[in-house]
């Protein structure tokens, strides 16, 4: 079950069909796992999320990157900084495997496409979150197999959740964590777009967390065994809105506000590493005729309201959600050395809530 399928929610906005990052048209997301046991015990995945079904290599989109915390590693983000076009999937997966997924991502558009080598070099984005405390990250690397399995297997049906793909080993304020999404429908004038995000968790402390602005942590610290090790968290934001890439840059910061609603300080030994592309212009490498492309306008009309005020309020909501969704959904994971994430006791917290909510109606 969804954060919502519990009769809570988040913000006032309205979520897309789906409430799903998939509800951006176009974009897709496809995950494998890589579960083993034996000599190597190894709790870890792959995600990709393609911006859009076609060849992004031939056709690349805009984007922008932003960093709350930087103890961590997405590939291409000076390519992205410089030209601010995204030309690859977004490739998730463990600290370890970042040269592998790299590497994977180049072979698979090599055999895709002709012109990958030659006409110009494939630079991919993949990111990465240490899930070392379930995963085996001494034995090695994810095979490159699964990577191919996740790149061949996107779909823009709703993604799994929780401990999946490249959430399979990560933690979530001393829980299990993993893959969330969610999203928001935007009205501008007669227009609505979609702004869609994905997050892989693997941060916080208990004594951190909040759930619907309640120090929920705090309660839990002497009822739950704790887990103390800071991780990080990818957040991938997708929207049709037209946006040049700066403006996708300040849509990508308004991830970590989101992180900040559940609980999150960025801490020090922690990596939240934020992308935000657009699928409404579709650059292709190479064009004759000059390129056009409209967008909307930010910072000029702000005294008249602004929508891309509209569009932050998307991107805060939704990643707030989409954390609680990797929360909820995650289930109980044992790794190496009997290492353990405990599922979020999710029933204790709807207890917790009601009587906070008691509480609070009879003072």
């Known amino acids: 079950m969804r954060f919502r399928d519990y009769g809570l929610q988040v913000g006032r906005m ?20 890589y579960h083993t046991d034996g000599a190597a015990v190894h709790r870890s995945g792959v995600t990709v999320i393609w911006p859009h079904g076609g060849n992004p290599f031939r056709e690349r989109v805009y984007a922008g990157t932003s960093i709350l915390n930087g103890y961590g590693i997405m590939t291409g983000r000076a390519v992205i900084d410089e030209w601010g076009l995204l ?13 592998m997924g790299f590497d994977a991502t180049v072979e ?26 379930l995963n085996d ?35 979530l304020f001393g829980f299990k964590g993993g893959i969330g999404t969610a999203s928001r429908i935007v009205p501008v004038g007669n227009t609505e777009y979609t702004v869609g995000i994905l997050v892989n968790t693997n941060f916080g402390y208990r004594h951190q967390m909040l759930v619907q602005g309640q120090s929920v942590g705090l309660w839990l610290n002497g009822n739950q065994p704790d887990y103390h ?74 005294t008249l309201g602004s929508p891309i005020d509209l569009l932050f309020d998307a991107v805060v909501e939704a990643t707030e959600e989409a954390v609680m969704n990797a929360m ?3 289930v109980t994971v044992v790794g190496r050395g009997g290492h353990r994430l405990e599922r979020f006791p999710t029933e204790n917290l709807l207890t917790w809530l009601r009587d906070c909510h008691t509480r609070r109606d009879f003072i």
């Open 328 to 330: 909820v959904q995650a």
């Open 14 to 33: 309205t979520p897309g069909p789906l409430n799903a990052i998939t509800d951006v048209p176009g974009v897709l997301v496809g995950q494998a796992d």
């Open 87 to 99: 030309g690859s999937p977004l490739v998730l997966c463990n600290s370890r495997s970042i040269g």
């Open 229 to 302: 090790k800071e991780g990080s968290c990818i957040g991938i934001v997708a929207t049709d809105a037209p946006l040049l890439p700066n403006q996708l840059k300040r849509l990508a910061k308004r991830v970590g506000m989101g992180l900040v609603r559940t609980g999150s300080v960025g801490n020090d030994g922690s990596g939240e590493i934020f992308l935000a592309f657009s699928t409404n212009t579709v650059i292709p490498r190479e064009s004759r005729e000059p390129f056009a492309s409209h967008h909307l306008v930010d910072g000029q009309f702000w």
């Open 108 to 133: 698979y558009f090599t055999q895709m496409d002709d012109a990958v080598g030659d006409l110009d070099v494939m630079m991919p984005v993949v990111a990465e979150c240490d899930d070392g405390y």
């Open 137 to 171: 990250n001494r034995a090695g690397p994810t095979p490159s197999a699964v990577f191919r399995s996740a790149l061949a297997n996107a779909s823009a049906g709703l993604p799994d959740e929780g401990a999946v793909g490249a959430g399979s080993g990560t933690q």
